[in-house]
Every structure is written in structure tokens, then in C-alpha cells.
């Protein structure tokens, strides 16, 4: 089992709407978790971290579920430029080693 | 504010060449990483750095070496290139990790194809 799976999408969806990913982790102990959004042939950029009790920033919501293991990432009213690759990246050790899934693609079309 | 700059931007070379990609922050991050990106493999990290003459052995170490003479550069090098290290590379840094939460900024990467 990979240490972090993300469902690689494409997800398709239309200007306005609510898109929802999840990624699950395997390691319990993770503490810290981020969502990053990569841009095609582009560096990863931190969209935000993920705390415990949930996060809200503007369109974007983050929620971790520890017992389940994963955590969710919810765009609400979606953008053009919205359209990116969403990379799940959780902390598996105390020296911040942290693990990047593979990505899940979003494509928002007009 | 520059942030994490990588150089060169792209790079072609052929097998059994060598090269050194650097990295630089202005950040004053005690924390340096290097990652590859291939696709359907996701970021893997090849080597790290905790500090200033310190480095560490990542996922994918091997066929790469690495240097933290001041603690603002990171340099990757290349011995003798081979064609699957063909990738995009990445250099990140971080504060360090006394409290969690703390997010590494990536530089945009370098182009690397290996004929």
C-alpha cells in the first residue's frame, strides 16, 4: 500500500460548481498534512495545511478524518483557474519527511 | 524576494556526463531538500539537508551526490548521468521542525533529459 494515494482524476467540472478529493494516508502516526497545488510544469505551491478541527481559506475548505485516515479537500464555486494538479503531502517522520501523492488532476471548463 | 532559485532551468546532456545543479534560498531556512518528478511517481525525495554541512540520504539516493557548504545553497551533482535520471528536479527548503505545520517552498524546478 502507498504511503499517500490520491485518486489522479481527471475530475471535470463546470464553472460554479463544488468539487470534493480525498487522499488517504497509511502511516497513523502522521502529524502534519498539507494540500499543495502544482500547475502544469510547475513547482508545487502550498495552497494550505490541514489542522485537526478543520480549515477554511476563502473557496477552500480542508478537513482530516485521523480514525479513517484521510483527509479532503473542498473547492466550493469553481474557478477557470482553478484548474490545476492537487498533490496531498502528509508528514511520516519527526524530521518533516514528507510524502507527496501523485496528484489529483482538476480541469474547471466554462 | 527571490525565495528558492534553482539553476540552470533546463538542461540536456548525454550519458556519462556530469553536471551540479544549485540551489539557493533567501529565506535563511535551515532545512534544504532535493526531489525528482517523474510521472505517475510523484515528488521522491533524493537527498536532504538538516543544516550547514549536513546531508542525508532520501527514496532515491543513488547515482547522486550532494553539498551544503553554506547554508544558503544546496547543490545537486550528477557523477555520470544515465537516461533514467531523466527528470525534473526540485529543490525545496523549510524551517526546521520543532513545531509541525512548517510547509516547504519549492523552487520551479529544473528540466534534466539524459540522451
Same mark, same amino acid.
Request: net charge positive.
Given at each position: 500500500?502507498?504511503?499517500?494515494?490520491?485518486?489522479?482524476?481527471?475530475?471535470?467540472?463546470?464553472? =460554479?460548481?463544488?468539487?470534493?478529493?480525498?487522499?488517504?494516508?497509511?502511516?497513523?502516526?502522521?502529524?502534519?498534512?498539507?494540500?499543495?497545488?502544482?500547475? $502544469?510544469?510547475?513547482?508545487?505551491?502550498?495552497?494550505?495545511?490541514?489542522?485537526?478541527?478543520?480549515?477554511?481559506? =476563502?473557496?477552500?475548505?480542508?478537513?482530516?478524518?485521523?480514525?479513517?485516515?484521510?483527509?479532503?479537500?473542498?473547492?466550493?464555486?469553481?474557478?477557470?483557474?482553478?484548474?490545476?494538479?492537487? /498533490? $496531498?503531502?502528509?508528514?511520516? =517522520? =519527526?524530521?518533516?519527511?514528507?510524502?507527496?501523492?501523485?496528484?489529483?488532476? /482538476? /480541469?474547471?471548463?466554462? | 524576494?527571490?525565495?528558492?532559485?534553482?539553476?540552470?532551468?533546463?538542461?540536456? *546532456?548525454?550519458?556519462?556526463?556530469?553536471?551540479?545543479?544549485?540551489?539557493?534560498?533567501?529565506?535563511?531556512?535551515?532545512?534544504?531538500?532535493?526531489?525528482?518528478?517523474?510521472?505517475?511517481?510523484?515528488?521522491?525525495?533524493?537527498?536532504?539537508?538538516?543544516?550547514?554541512?549536513?546531508?542525508?540520504?532520501?527514496?532515491?539516493?543513488?547515482?547522486?551526490?550532494?553539498?551544503?557548504?553554506?547554508?544558503?545553497?544546496?547543490? *545537486?551533482?550528477?557523477?555520470?548521468?544515465?537516461?533514467?535520471?531523466?527528470?525534473?528536479?526540485?529543490?525545496?527548503?523549510?524551517?526546521?521542525?520543532?513545531?509541525?505545520?512548517?510547509?516547504?517552498?519549492?523552487?520551479?524546478?529544473?528540466?534534466?533529459?539524459?540522451?
Amino acid at each position: 500500500r502507498k504511503e499517500v494515494e490520491q485518486d489522479p482524476g481527471p475530475f471535470n467540472v463546470p464553472e =460554479g460548481a463544488t468539487v470534493a478529493f480525498n487522499c488517504t494516508y497509511s502511516n497513523s502516526a502522521s502529524q502534519s498534512f498539507f494540500w499543495y497545488r502544482q500547475d $502544469c510544469r510547475k513547482e508545487p505551491k502550498l495552497l494550505m495545511s490541514v489542522y485537526s478541527s478543520g480549515n477554511e481559506d =476563502g473557496r477552500f475548505t480542508a478537513q482530516l478524518n485521523r480514525a479513517s485516515q484521510y483527509i479532503s479537500l473542498l473547492i466550493r464555486d469553481s474557478k477557470l483557474s482553478d484548474s490545476a494538479t492537487y /498533490l $496531498c503531502v502528509v508528514n511520516v =517522520g =519527526g524530521f518533516q519527511k514528507l510524502v507527496f501523492g501523485t496528484g489529483t488532476r /482538476l /480541469l474547471v471548463s466554462p | 524576494n527571490a525565495g528558492v532559485t534553482q539553476t540552470p532551468k533546463f538542461r540536456v *546532456l548525454k550519458t556519462g556526463q556530469s553536471m551540479t545543479l544549485l540551489c539557493a534560498q533567501d529565506m535563511n531556512h535551515e532545512y534544504m531538500y532535493w526531489y525528482r518528478q517523474d510521472p505517475g511517481m510523484g515528488l521522491r525525495l533524493i537527498h536532504y539537508s538538516v543544516g550547514e554541512g549536513t546531508t542525508a540520504k532520501g527514496e532515491v539516493p543513488d547515482g547522486y551526490n550532494v553539498s551544503r557548504l553554506k547554508k544558503q545553497n544546496f547543490l *545537486l551533482g550528477l557523477e555520470s548521468a544515465a537516461p533514467s535520471q531523466t527528470s525534473v528536479y526540485f529543490c525545496a527548503s523549510s524551517y526546521p521542525q520543532g513545531a509541525v505545520n512548517q510547509p516547504q517552498h519549492f523552487g520551479d524546478g529544473t528540466r534534466l533529459s539524459i540522451l
